[in-house]
């Protein structure tokens, strides 16, 4: 039994601490590389969905005066309340005509 454990005992302690110091200097050299290399993926995809945006929301076009309108001023996004309530009451009577229990609340109304 003890010749199958003798290559075992005969290591140098100097030699199973190098390897034990380059194993973990290696696992920690890539593991580093590994977060650069996410890193700058994840730099170079902000960039490219930055510039998308920048291409998918042009400037609005000048009016006569050659100013650009403001949202405020063509506006927006904003709806009436009274148009809610139109909208509200035309859904509500259309589920009244099903027969349907449902308990739907307009929360937002947004132009298109």
Known sequence: MTALL???????????????????LFVVVGIALLVLILMLIG????????????EK???????????????????????????????TAALMGYYQTENAKCDFVVRRVKRL
């Open 6 to 24: 003798d290559p075992w005992f005969k290591m140098n302690v100097g030699d199973g601490a190098f390897y034990a110091l380059f194993g973990l």
């Open 43 to 54: 730099f170079i995809m902000r960039k490219i969905s930055e510039r998308k945006q920048e």
């Open 57 to 87: 929301a042009p400037a609005p076009p000048p009016d006569r005066r050659g100013e650009v309108p403001s949202p405020a001023e063509d506006g927006g996004d904003e709806v009436s309340p009274e148009v809610i309530a139109a909208i």
